[in-house]
């Protein structure tokens, strides 16, 4: 039988045992869990998991290995990979390299061979917090005095946002939209460029004078990690281009958009994570199921003093989901339409952009 010879620790002293895989190095993060069955590899490179180690809560991870397509951006980030049962030999005939081979070339340690599901329902009960990976041999009051030392950077949005903006052109482009990137997924570029788009992707600091100067027909706000206060940039942006542009925002955007109208948000106990997250549309009054991955919620109390409406609800937890402002063209979702858990149930929000950039 195979011998542990990695372990991860929690801040208030829980250790797990398992098996190295990816990067061998010691790195501290905010543990969370994601419930989705397929789609490890759009996590691993989801810049929102930014500072953060993922337990996935499928028992089987790593069996169909990583390919060259799929991935959500070029240089992942994530904190670090806890799983229960890897697969070292994938099947699958696209696949270009294993996930272990894929983790260790970008800098990333894993573990495998962990009780997941112990693991999962103690992060349910305690809440999200601090995690060490670490060697087998350090001892749980080296680790402890790690943990209690070591603060997580607020630095993550500056950490994954673009230096300098880029272009994703499309065949007979019959728009203009500029993409504030805090953590933008590629395929949310591809559903813009799938309907006509050219997309300019920018710097989440770019000024309000440089997205004028691109002449835009419309304004889109990305997701990305940590807590969307301090991204005061983007927030101070919303609120002078709010009512010039169609805008639309996902994930962290959606918060952005919320608190550039005077609502405000606040951190869930573990979080929204995974593709099977039923939200209720209000104006149609259907549930669809939703793909998502946030920390934080925007507060409902605090949008009755703003001119935004809800438009979306979490079935499961009543959280906002959604909210909209018809006269300034702006909405937004915390959830991931560009994801698709189902058949393309969510892909009208790019629609409804579409149509209120029609709206002059």
């Given at each position: 039988?195979k011998?542990?010879?990695k372990?991860i620790v929690?801040?208030d002293?829980e ?6 895989l990816?990067?061998n ?8 869990f994601?419930?989705s ?8 490179s ?5 500072y ?10 790593g069996n169909?290995?990583?390919t ?11 904190g ?12 699958n005939?696209?696949?270009?390299k294993?996930?272990s ?5 970008n800098n ?18 305690k809440?999200s917090?601090k995690?060490l ?8 009051q080296?680790?402890l005095?790690?943990?209690k030392e070591?603060e ?14 880029w ?9 203009n ?5 805090c953590?933008?997924k590629?395929?949310i ?6 309907r ?5 992707v920018?710097p989440?600091h ?15 706000l ?7 206060e301090?991204?005061?940039q983007v927030?101070?942006?919303?609120k ?13 955007g959606h918060?952005?958009?919320s608190l550039?109208?005077?609502?405000k ?8 994570r995974g593709?099977?997250h ?5 104006q ?16 409902e109390?605090s ?17 906002v ?6 006269k300034?063209?702006?909405f ?13 149930d969510s ?7 579409i ?6």
């Amino acid at each position: 039988m195979k011998e542990y010879n990695k372990k991860i620790v929690l801040e208030d002293g829980e250790e797990y045992l398992g098996y190295g895989l990816g990067a061998n190095k010691e790195r501290i993060c905010e543990i969370v869990f994601n419930t989705s069955m397929v789609g490890y590899q759009e996590i691993v490179s989801d810049p929102s998991y930014t500072y953060q180690m993922v337990v996935m809560t499928y028992p089987l991870i790593g069996n169909y290995g990583i390919t060259d397509d799929d991935y959500e951006t070029k240089q992942p980030t994530i904190g670090g990979l806890i799983v229960r049962e890897y697969n070292a030999i994938p099947s699958n005939f696209r696949y270009t390299k294993t996930l272990s081979e894929y983790l260790e070339e970008n800098n990333i340690p894993a573990i495998a061979g962990v009780d997941t599901r112990k693991l999962t329902r103690s992060i349910r009960e305690k809440g999200s917090r601090k995690v060490l990976i670490t060697d087998i041999k350090t001892t749980k009051q080296e680790a402890l005095k790690k943990l209690k030392e070591y603060e997580i950077p607020k630095d993550a949005v500056s950490k994954v946002s673009c230096k300098k903006k880029w272009y994703s052109r499309t065949a007979n482009p019959m728009y203009n939209i500029v993409a504030i990137d805090c953590g933008i997924k590629l395929n949310i570029v591809r559903s813009l460029n799938k309907r006509g788009c050219n997309v300019t992707v920018v710097p989440y600091h770019t000024t309000k004078e440089e997205i004028i100067d691109l002449k835009p027909d419309g304004i889109f706000l990305s997701n990305g990690p940590g807590n969307p206060e301090e991204v005061t940039q983007v927030v101070q942006l919303v609120k002078e281009l709010k009512g010039k542009y169609p805008i639309f925002g996902i994930c962290l955007g959606h918060q952005m958009i919320s608190l550039a109208y005077g609502a405000k948000t606040y951190k869930l106990k573990f979080g929204h994570r995974g593709g099977n997250h039923p939200v209720l549309n209000i104006q149609t009054d259907k549930i669809e199921m939703t793909s998502q991955n946030h920390s934080y919620a925007v507060e409902e109390e605090s949008l009755k003093k703003t001119d935004l409406t809800i438009t979306h609800r979490n079935v499961l937890d009543h959280t906002v989901e959604g909210v909209e402002c018809k006269k300034d063209r702006i909405f937004s979702v915390q959830y991931h339409p560009e994801s698709a858990p189902g058949p393309q149930d969510s892909g009208y929000l790019f629609d409804k952009f579409i149509d209120y950039i029609k709206t002059k």
